[in-house]
């Protein structure tokens, strides 16, 4: 049953869809995320919200608060004996669970602080995690073991910190928001069922970014501006938060439709969004809750990925709206 006002431990003891040690690791990501919700919130009293000095393996600078929230990730998921493997945004090669402790059934790509060039501004940021079954039998941890299709995945799930921190998560049974009671300390169920109306008026896009986009993506966008005055008839208001935590979080709330497609600025990367822990959870989420997930060309759950940190074109949201677009590049 799922009753509003319930801890997302009782959410989980009450769902048939996972086992204890599931549920246990699911916990685990819910108690790291309180400890990054408390570093972002301080960050500026700490001094931590510039940047590291040092450059991740997507070549990005990457802040101080991206490399403390991947070490409170990895040090509370490499103790709880339920890992084989992690598979982190700030990270090159996949991250081992060190030999002290036990190793588990499940692997997690996360990207522990997703929209970080919103730290300093003091606007919505969050992290993003995927579950996925380890393979079965004694093996040695490698690459392969990461490179399933979004379909694989068991549990997906993101936190936002902004004016509260929301837990927004998915078993494969619907999607569900939590919102974090700092007076107990609990994330506690606000939001069942959640699910993303059809139709949309509103679209999120770096426009600064036009002139590299492709004719599908040019033609939808000039639409939409249009407005009344042009073939779509109605009129479209636009978002863009640089923060896809808070733009999949709005969708889910009240619709829209979010972009980051490819463009000739980036063509030769294959995308800005990665596949394994940014584009795949939230396409499970987004499809979980009625609304559709595509890369343009194809669904981005269907894609089979070629490397950990791959990046893929990213359309999400209102049904209606990105089948819309999904039709333009065909
Ligand atoms: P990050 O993981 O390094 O923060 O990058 C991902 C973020 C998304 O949250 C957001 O949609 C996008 O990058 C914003 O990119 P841009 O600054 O090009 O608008
Ligand atoms: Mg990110």
Not at 222 to 234: M, P, V
Request: hydrophobic share 40%; with cysteine; charged share 20%.
């Amino acid at each position: 049953m799922t009753v509003k006002g319930q801890s997302v431990q009782q959410f989980l003891q009450n769902s048939d869809k996972v086992n204890a040690s599931l549920s246990q690791l699911i916990i685990t990501v819910t108690t790291a995320c309180k400890e990054i919700a408390d570093l972002v919130e301080r960050s500026s009293i700490l001094g931590v919200e510039g940047l590291a000095n040092s450059i991740n393996v997507q070549g990005e600078d990457q802040k101080q608060l991206d490399v403390m929230s991947n070490d409170v990730m990895v040090e509370h998921l490499s103790a709880i004996g339920l890992l084989d493997a992690m598979v982190s945004e700030e990270i090159e090669d996949v991250i081992d669970i060190p030999s002290s402790y036990s190793k588990g059934e499940y692997l997690i790509c996360f990207d522990p602080l997703d929209g970080s060039s919103n730290i300093d501004i003091n606007l919505s940021v969050g992290t993003i995690f995927s579950i996925l079954h380890a393979p079965k039998n004694n093996h040695k941890t490698s690459v392969d073991d990461f490179l399933k299709t979004g379909e694989e995945q068991i549990c997906a799930g993101f936190c936002v910190y902004g004016p509260s921190t929301m837990l927004i998560l998915t078993i494969g049974a619907g999607v569900f928001g939590f919102t974090l009671d700092k007076e107990s300390s609990e994330f506690v169920l606000t939001h069942p069922d959640m699910s993303i109306p059809e139709n949309t008026a509103e679209f999120a896009i770096n426009m600064s970014n036009q002139r590299y986009w492709e004719p599908p993506v040019q033609r939808y966008i000039a639409e939409c501006i249009a407005g009344i005055d042009g073939s779509r008839e109605k009129n479209f208001n636009m978002r863009w938060n640089a923060s896809m935590v808070a733009e999949v979080y709005r969708i889910l709330v009240r619709g829209g439709i979010f972009m980051y497609p490819i463009d000739k600025k980036i063509a030769q990367q294959g995308g800005k969004l990665r596949l394994l822990y940014e584009a795949n959870p939230m396409s499970f989420i987004i499809e979980q809750a009625g609304g559709v997930s595509s890369s343009g060309k194809q669904r981005i759950m269907a894609i089979k990925p070629d490397s950990i940190h791959q990046r893929v074109p990213v359309i999400l949201g209102s049904k209606n709206e990105v089948d819309r677009l999904v039709s333009y590049h065909q």
